[in-house]
Nanobody, 121 residues
Framework: QVQLVESGGGLVQAGGSLRLSCAASGTIFSINTMGWYRQAPGKQRELVATITGGSNRNYGDSVKGRFTISRDIALNTVYLQMNSLKPEDTAVYYC???????????????WGQGTQVTVSS
């Protein structure tokens, strides 16, 4: 069974930084794409950033230039460095993994439980 577990959320003042981590556990051969999405109260879940095995990165417009995504393929871990945080970044941040290859099957899409990020003004 594959699980994605996020860590690193919390409360920070505007202008501050946080680093999120997400580790995929279980017997995993490879993960094609890992990424982060977020959902604020009353809003739809939106893309924050994704990164492929070939290190191709994609960012949501609202975080470009402030957030950086990276991954450790050997550890099946993805990171999100968030700088210059704004109150509007407040949301639950969800880790995502796509096309996860295990010994028995391919998991198309898997989500973590989410971690709260709150930015105070």
């Amino acid at each position: 069974q594959v699980q994605l577990v996020e860590s690193g959320g919390g409360l920070v003042q505007a202008g501050g930084s946080l680093r999120l981590s997400c580790a995929a556990s279980g017997t995993i051969f490879s993960i094609n794409t890992m990424g982060w999405y977020r959902q604020a109260p009353g809003k739809q879940r939106e893309l924050v950033a994704t990164i492929t095995g070939g290190s191709n990165r994609n960012y949501g417009d609202s975080v470009k230039g402030r957030f950086t995504i990276s991954r450790d393929i050997a550890l099946n871990t993805v990171y999100l460095q968030m700088n210059s945080l704004k109150p509007e970044d407040t949301a639950v941040y969800y880790c995502n993994g796509r096309n996860i290859l295990t010994p028995t099957h391919v998991i198309d899409n898997s989500w973590g439980q989410g971690t709260q990020v709150t930015v105070s003004s």
